[in-house]
Nanobody
């Protein structure tokens, strides 16, 4: 059974730096790109970042360098280090595996519908001012 389980969500003050984790199981982790997405209250889900199977990372421009994605293949886990958080970063954060079709590469994070085959259930990050 394929599973993606996010953790690390919390309530933090603006400027905080939590780290989210996404533990994957049930598929060959090394072969897939993994993406982070988020959905703020009352808004559509949006792509945040992606890491390809070779470790290359991609980020949405609006993050302005505040988030860093990494992976630990030995643990089948990806991370999202979030720095200098703002109230507008409040959202449920989801990790997802990218379609096999992309062969481990990251698609555009603006692509709709999102080329995802499996989603995690999400973890809530709340940023207070």
């Amino acid at each position: 059974e394929v599973q993606l389980v996010e953790s690390g969500g919390n309530s933090v003050q603006a400027g905080g730096s939590p780290r989210l984790s996404c533990a994957a199981s049930g598929f060959t982790f090394d072969n897939y790109a993994i993406g982070w997405f988020r959905q703020a209250p009352g808004k559509e889900r949006e792509g945040v970042s992606c890491i390809s199977s070779d470790g290359t990372t991609y980020y949405r421009d609006f993050l302005k360098g505040r988030f860093t994605m990494s992976s630990d293949k030995a643990k089948n886990t990806v991370y999202l280090q979030m720095d200098s958080l703002k109230p507008e970063d409040t959202a449920v954060y989801y990790c997802a595996s990218i379609y096999d079709l992309y062969e481990g590469r990251c698609p555009s994070l603006r692509l709709r519908p999102y080329p995802v085959n499996y989603w995690g259930k999400g973890t809530l990050v709340t940023v207070s001012s």
